[in-house]
């Protein structure tokens, strides 16, 4: 399906340049068969609707030159008239008579319907405003603390007497960093639930601000924290995404007894005779099960479903063999749940046709255009693909002009030392251009930032590419070689030492390796070419006429 309808966007999607050229209103169009019409295709009607959808979908900008705008709607309307052409070609041929047009034609139109029906049963379906709202709140919630990681049990115990003992948590905190006895932070930082620990998440729900907490453990020691605020930073695309979570799932829950009334309606399994099924022994034997016609669920107003399909519905689901699956003892857990999904297929089918869904104009349309999809691509693989050829010394000349496209970018490994104030980086900037060994200024310079604090960028001597950098690391770095320091300044006013470990120059790509890559390029050039030509000829006998004017 993706193949065909990517062929078919070819050749509409050719010449245009990036920019959008404007949907197309009023004009005095004709109207055919209620449509307004853009152009026939000896007698079949370009709708300005399909004209117009066309024009929405391939668009990729503003643009602002009056007469490359109308260029680019002729441009537009020429390419539909082309495939127009092609499809009613491939039709005279019998193309669309083809079995696996006519099967894939068959399976999208049936889920199709089912998916119209589901679209129209919970379009209507809003999600509960105040349960946004409160599922929001605690999304956005941010909790403020200060906190002290112990490594000892006796040490944390320690810090929690003196507290109980009406000490002030920031002088106690202070005096056990000064001993280094654990590890914090004295300004505090704000957190949401999900960067919490599980153990410190459920100790700070139950606290108020200002309070201090108990020794809490986690796997790597014992901590103790103060809540010192919490607050709520509005962000609206999080929650329209709680708005569309709430909304997926009231839809999924509609959908559910949706489904289950259609089945007490038109449904009726035969319990015994399901539980008595064994698709795992070797007396009743999976290749038996295969022939049985006994029906396993009766649907009102249509033929059953027989333990054969059921049998045959589970074969085509698993991937790796009905022996593999014995084996593991998977058979009989899947057979309920293998009846449930055909069951599904099966009534919503059954709903939407009785509700005239499949006479509906858009329902229509929609499997009509994957036909024509499906169609076009046939006629190209089967009519214009065949004498589409490449030739090896067009490949390498290709190669040859265009040398920029295959090289493989310069890329660098670098480390990173981090620092909350210039002097300090420069500091240890001057002492490493010395000479000074990268680790021993790492362990002993001062004024270094936590590598691991939110926002920090990591430089950990894996490869990059410029375009892997942030646009002001790829400035300062840009021209250094093996060796060498940097200095950067980030938005967030922390300064990096850049130690360039190693810069591996730009090259290019060996032409055995790039020529995949070409042939595919100019394949598609070719056959995109072919299309077009052939097409011309089809208009040249064809009866066309536009209707659309400047």
Same mark, same amino acid.
């Given at each position: 399906?993706?193949?065909?309808?990517?062929?078919?966007? #070819?050749?509409?999607?050719?010449?245009?340049?990036?920019?959008?050229?404007?949907?197309?209103?009023?004009?005095?169009?004709?109207?055919?068969?209620?449509?307004?019409?853009?152009? =026939?295709?000896?007698?079949?009607? $370009?709708?300005?609707?399909?004209?117009?959808?066309?024009?929405?979908?391939?668009?990729?900008?503003?643009?602002?030159?009056?007469?490359?705008?109308?260029?680019? #709607?002729?441009?537009?309307?020429?390419?539909?008239?082309?495939?127009?052409?092609?499809?009613?070609?491939?039709?005279?041929?019998?193309?669309?008579?083809?079995?696996?047009?006519?099967?894939?034609?068959?399976?999208?139109?049936?889920?199709?319907?089912?998916?119209?029906?589901?679209?129209?049963?919970? +379009? &209507?379906?809003?999600?509960?405003?105040?349960?946004?709202?409160?599922?929001?709140?605690?999304?956005?919630?941010?909790?403020?603390?200060?906190?002290?990681? *112990?490594?000892?049990?006796?040490?944390?115990?320690?810090?929690?007497?003196?507290?109980?003992?009406?000490?002030?948590?920031?002088?106690?905190?202070?005096?056990?960093?000064?001993?280094?006895?654990?590890?914090?932070?004295?300004?505090?930082?704000?957190?949401?639930?999900?960067?919490?620990?599980?153990? $410190?998440?459920?100790?700070?729900?139950?606290?108020?601000?200002?309070?201090?907490?108990?020794?809490?453990? $986690?796997?790597?020691?014992?901590?103790?924290?103060?809540?010192?605020?919490?607050?709520?930073?509005?962000?609206?695309?999080?929650?329209?995404?709680?708005?569309?979570?709430?909304?997926?799932?009231?839809?999924?829950?509609?959908?559910?007894?949706?489904?289950?009334?259609?089945?007490?309606?038109?449904? +009726?399994?035969?319990?015994?005779?399901?539980?008595?099924?064994?698709?795992?022994?070797?007396?009743?034997?999976?290749?038996?099960?295969?022939?049985?016609?006994?029906?396993?669920?009766?649907?009102?107003?249509?033929? @059953?479903?027989?333990?054969?399909?059921?049998?045959?519905?589970?074969?085509?689901?698993?991937?790796?063999?009905?022996?593999?699956?014995?084996?593991?003892?998977?058979?009989?857990?899947?057979?309920?749940?293998?009846?449930?999904?055909?069951?599904?297929?099966?009534?919503?089918?059954?709903?939407?046709?009785?509700?005239?869904?499949?006479?509906?104009?858009?329902?229509?349309?929609?499997?009509?255009?994957?036909?024509?999809?499906?169609?076009?691509?046939?006629?190209?693989?089967?009519?214009?693909?065949?004498?589409?050829?490449?030739?090896?010394?067009?490949?390498?000349?290709?190669?040859?002009?265009?040398?920029?496209?295959?090289?493989?970018?310069?890329?660098?490994?670098?480390?990173?030392?981090?620092?909350?104030?210039?002097?300090?980086?420069?500091?240890?900037?001057?002492?490493?251009?010395?000479?000074?060994?990268?680790?021993?200024?790492?362990?002993?310079?001062?004024?270094?930032?936590?590598?691991?604090?939110?926002?920090?960028?990591?430089? &950990?001597?894996?490869?990059? =590419?410029?375009?892997?950098? @942030?646009?002001?690391?790829?400035?300062?770095?840009?021209?250094? +070689?093996?060796?060498? *320091?940097?200095?950067?300044?980030? @938005?967030?006013?922390?300064?990096?030492?850049?130690?360039?470990?190693?810069?591996?120059?730009?090259?290019?790509? @060996?032409?055995?390796?790039?020529?995949?890559?070409?042939?595919?390029?100019?394949?598609?050039?070719?056959? =995109?070419?072919?299309?077009?030509?052939?097409?011309?000829?089809?208009?040249?006998?064809?009866?066309?006429?536009?209707?659309?004017?400047?």
């Amino acid at each position: 399906m993706r193949y065909y309808s990517w062929v078919l966007r #070819i050749i509409l999607m050719i010449g245009l340049l990036i920019g959008m050229v404007g949907i197309v209103f009023g004009q005095d169009l004709p109207t055919i068969k209620g449509k307004k019409t853009v152009a =026939t295709v000896n007698g079949e009607a $370009i709708t300005l609707d399909e004209f117009n959808q066309e024009l929405a979908t391939i668009h990729q900008g503003i643009g602002r030159d009056q007469k490359a705008e109308k260029e680019k #709607i002729s441009g537009l309307l020429r390419r539909l008239i082309n495939a127009r052409l092609i499809i009613q070609e491939a039709r005279r041929m019998g193309l669309d008579e083809l079995k696996e047009v006519k099967e894939r034609v068959d399976v999208f139109s049936r889920v199709t319907l089912r998916d119209e029906l589901v679209e129209r049963h919970v +379009k &209507d379906i809003k999600a509960d405003e105040n349960e946004v709202e409160r599922l929001y709140r605690e999304s956005i919630k941010e909790w403020k603390m200060k906190s002290i990681l *112990f490594e000892k049990e006796e040490d944390a115990k320690e810090m929690e007497d003196a507290l109980k003992k009406g000490k002030d948590f920031d002088e106690t905190l202070k005096r056990f960093l000064a001993d280094k006895k654990g590890k914090g932070n004295e300004e505090g930082s704000y957190l949401k639930d999900k960067e919490l620990l599980p153990e $410190i998440a459920e100790a700070v729900s139950k606290m108020k601000v200002g309070s201090t907490s108990s020794v809490v453990r $986690i796997k790597t020691g014992f901590v103790i924290f103060k809540l010192e605020a919490i607050r709520f930073p509005d962000d609206l695309k999080v929650k329209e995404q709680v708005r569309l979570g709430i909304l997926q799932q009231k839809r999924k829950e509609a959908l559910a007894n949706y489904e289950k009334a259609l089945r007490a309606k038109f449904a +009726k399994v035969k319990d015994q005779l399901l539980k008595s099924l064994n698709f795992e022994s070797k007396e009743q034997g999976f290749e038996k099960l295969l022939k049985d016609k006994r029906a396993v669920a009766e649907i009102k107003g249509e033929k @059953p479903i027989t333990v054969s399909e059921l049998a045959e519905y589970m074969k085509q689901q698993l991937y790796h063999g009905v022996e593999r699956a014995v084996e593991s003892k998977r058979l009989n857990k899947r057979k309920n749940q293998s009846l449930d999904e055909m069951l599904q297929k099966r009534v919503l089918r059954k709903e939407a046709l009785r509700l005239g869904i499949d006479k509906t104009e858009d329902y229509k349309n929609k499997v009509k255009e994957y036909e024509n999809s499906l169609i076009f691509g046939a006629f190209v693989q089967k009519v214009v693909a065949p004498d589409v050829k490449l030739k090896e010394d067009e490949l390498k000349a290709n190669y040859d002009e265009h040398i920029k496209e295959y090289t493989y970018p310069e890329m660098m490994k670098m480390v990173s030392l981090v620092f909350g104030k210039r002097e300090d980086a420069e500091r240890a900037l001057v002492n490493l251009r010395k000479g000074a060994d990268f680790r021993w200024v790492k362990e002993n310079a001062e004024g270094q930032v936590d590598q691991n604090k939110k926002g920090i960028l990591v430089f &950990d001597g894996r490869l990059l =590419t410029a375009k892997d950098l @942030p646009g002001g690391v790829s400035k300062v770095v840009a021209g250094a +070689k093996t060796g060498d *320091f940097r200095l950067y300044e980030s @938005p967030e006013n922390h300064y990096y030492v850049l130690y360039v470990q190693e810069v591996i120059p730009s090259k290019p790509q @060996p032409y055995p390796e790039a020529r995949e890559k070409i042939a595919k390029k100019i394949y598609n050039e070719k056959l =995109t070419k072919a299309v077009e030509e052939y097409a011309e000829k089809l208009r040249a006998l064809s009866d066309v006429k536009i209707y659309l004017k400047d």
